[in-house]
């Protein structure tokens, strides 16, 4: 009888075994398609990655010759605007060496004003001179011609 219970032992700890061995067979089974779908989605991951980092590769590319061709123009407008103010700056010195002549210019027509402003009130005078005489002239003869009329009999 102890044979007979230890074969039934035996049989219970080899069917034990055997469970067990079927159950680590499904765990095994389980680890090994949870193996292969994280694979599968790191794979995605990764493809998703690439797909992303060539996307903005070429949307900086993009930006990059956007801002040089922005740059290149602004860069021509600024050269363009240095010659602008180059030229007005030879304007401005063309116009200061001119402004001594005009100055002078403007001082000698001054003084031919003045001349003939001084002149002219010279002539003026004298005409008023020989103006108010000749109305004293009168003035005084119409006062005295009846007075000498008078003083005289006539």
């Given at each position: 009888m102890a044979t007979d219970a230890l074969d039934i032992r035996m049989a219970r700890l080899e069917g034990a075994y055997e469970q067990?061995?079927?159950r680590?067979?499904?765990?095994?089974?389980?680890?090994?398609?949870?193996?292969?779908?994280?694979?599968?989605?790191?794979?995605?991951m990764r493809s998703e990655i690439s797909g992303v980092r060539s996307e903005m590769q070429s949307e900086i590319s993009g930006l990059r010759s956007e801002i040089q061709s922005e740059t290149s123009g602004v860069r021509s407008e600024i050269t363009g605007v240095r010659s602008e103010i180059s030229g007005v700056?030879?304007?401005i010195s063309?116009?200061?060496?001119?402004?001594?002549?005009?100055?002078?210019e403007l001082t000698s027509r001054f003084d031919y004003l003045t001349s003939r402003i001084d002149s002219s009130g010279e002539s003026l005078?004298?005409?008023m001179d020989t103006q108010f005489y000749w109305t004293l002239t009168l003035i005084l003869g119409s006062i005295l011609i009846p007075l000498l009329r008078d003083l005289l009999g006539r």
């Open positions: 067990i061995n079927q680590l067979a499904g765990v095994e089974r389980e680890v090994s398609a949870l193996r292969s779908e994280i694979k599968t989605e790191f794979a995605a700056r030879s304007e063309g116009m200061r060496s001119e402004i001594p002549s005009l100055r002078s005078r004298r005409r």
